[in-house]
Structure formats: C-alpha cells, structure tokens
C-alpha cells in the first residue's frame, strides 16, 4: 500500500508540472489579447472625440493632419497602454488619407497603426489596423435656407378627404361645431341632406356653423373628421387651407 501510494504522489507532481505551465500560457495569452482590444477601443474613442473637434471648427478653420495628430495625443486617455501595445506607440498612429473636408462636407478622419501581439514564448506578432470616422461639419447654414427647409418640412393637418392641409389643429374646417335643428329650418336656410345619411328621415337633424349639409344621424362619417399629423412634404402637393394658412 506504501508503494502504492508513494507512486500515486509521483504521478500527480508530473500532472501539475505540465498542466501549471499551459494554465499559465493560456491565462497571459488572454490577457494579452484583451489588453488588444482594450487598446483598440482607446484609439477609436480618441478618434472619434478628434473628428467631432475637427468638425465642430469647421467652419472657422481648415482642418489638417497635424490639427488630427495634435489632438488625438490630447484625447488618448491611456497613453501607456498605446505605447506599448502600438508599433511606435503614439507617434505609430498614421493619419494618411485623412479628409479635412470631402464635396458633401464631412470631415473624414483615417488612423492607421500596427497592434502588437505579445503571446509568450512566441516571436511578437505585429497586425495592420486601421479606422475610419466621418462626421458631418458644422459649417452655418443661411437663414434663408433654414426658413425654407423648416417651412417644408413643418408638421401640417390632413383628412381622410385630403383635399387641402391645415396648419392649425384648432381649424374650423378640422373641429366642427354639431348643433341639432329642425329638417324645416336646415332646408330654409339653404342647408342640403347630406349624400351619406340625407335618405334617412326625421324631424331633428344635425347641422355645423360652416358646412351647408344636414344630416339625419349624429354618426354620420360627415360629420366626423379622422386627423392626421403628417409632414408638408408627404400631403403630394395639396394645397393650404383658406382659414387656416398664410
């Protein structure tokens, strides 16, 4: 049983004296990676708080490579974990291919770098990275310009009918006023039955201040609106409302 024992104990030092060495091969190999990624993620922050500086001057500045090289040693929060994960380590950062501006005016800004890959017990591995980020500049925009995008593009008021747009949702022709009348009154005073409901018969109807129907049932679709909140540029071309638009 001693014997058995004494070669049981030999077996298990050999097990973890191989198995210790790849726990810890693989542990460094993780950490090496995140440490990848972590850098990575600080270059693209950097980045992109760079173009969101160049873009924001836009319009009162020429933006260049150097104004990008300048401020994204600014904004790189961890600078050592760049220095020692990027080939160069700050000064590694490329900004070739860099668009101060392009014709529909963004700025367009191009890091590239080499991340290197630190495995233990393996020759350095070095890996081409690159980003790009576009963000539209802040260059004005005339006065003129603004009251007719804003005035096309105003919220407006339309109707199952759709016949015209109504700016205001408070319009007569969008909020009736229903008052009950006698069939021999609506009819003396020019009132005409309604092509919905007219058919029916009674003494009571239903009449509005602005429209010239009466109608018979209180339901009547006539006498009901169905609003809708659409943009100018989605009512195809209808035109305003007398009362309600300029």
Known sequence: MKKFFSNNRGSAVVEATLIIPLFLFAMLTIYSMCQC?????????????????????SYISDNTMYLAQLKMQEYIDDKELVERYVSGGI???????????DGEDYVILRVNYSLNIDIPFMPKLS?????????????????EAKTEKSDYDKYVYVTDN?????????????????????????KANGYTACEFCGEQSGDLV????????????KNCSGLKRSIYRVRLSETGGLGGCQRCTD
């Open 37 to 57: 990624k972590l850098t990575e993620e600080t270059i693209y922050e950097a980045a992109a708080e760079t173009v969101e500086y160049m873009a924001e001057y």
């Open 91 to 101: 000064g590694g950062l490329s900004y070739l291919g860099t668009i101060p501006r």
């Open 127 to 143: 890996k081409k990275r690159y980003i790009v980020v576009r963000q539209r500049a802040y260059i004005g925009e005339s006065d």
């Open 162 to 186: 759709r016949d015209v747009y109504h700016e205001s949702r408070a319009c007569t022709h969008l909020n009736l006023s229903v008052h009950t009348s006698s069939d021999t009154y609506a």
């Open 206 to 217: 239903y009449i509005t201040d602005e429209g010239r129907r009466y109608h018979y049932n």
